[in-house]
Nanobody, 126 residues
Framework: QVQQVESGGRLVQAGGSLRLSCTAS????????MGWFRQAPGKGREFVAS????????NYSDSVKGRFTISRNNANNTLTLQMNSLKPEDTAVYYC???????????????????WGQGTQVTVSS
């Protein structure tokens, strides 16, 4: 089993940038496809971005495509989400998720993911 801890969330002005990190421990990080999801107050959990085990395949939601970049470093067990040109609608709790049975894909459905972190709050002011 893997355990994840997210960090990097804070208050930022619209147009600014943030870099979220997810540090994993437990089983070998490279066997997991990873994803970022977010949940705004009163809304359901929303897919943001995902990355395959090797990092070759990435997927993004239409709302963040071109502004956010997901990456991973399997050597130091870290997943990163670089967020640029932030908008107030990006305000949410951001979660890091892991799944170990996605061999050559980067799932976009939250139900596919087995392991979740506690989340980090991102607030974008207008």
């Amino acid at each position: 089993q893997v355990q994840q801890v997210e960090s990097g969330g804070r208050l930022v002005q619209a147009g600014g940038s943030l870099r979220l990190s997810c540090t994993a421990s437990g089983r070998t990080f490279s066997i997991y496809a990873m994803g970022w999801f977010r949940q705004a107050p009163g809304k359901g959990r929303e897919f943001v971005a995902s990355i395959s085990r090797s990092g070759i395949i990435t997927n993004y939601s239409d709302s963040v495509k071109g502004r956010f970049t997901i990456s991973r470093n399997n050597a130091n067990n870290t997943l990163t989400l670089q967020m640029n040109s932030l908008k107030p609608e990006d305000t949410a709790v951001y979660y890091c998720a892991a799944v170990d049975d996605a061999l050559y894909s980067a799932p976009q459905i939250s139900g596919r993911y087995e392991y979740w972190g506690q989340g980090t709050q991102v607030t974008v002011s207008s």
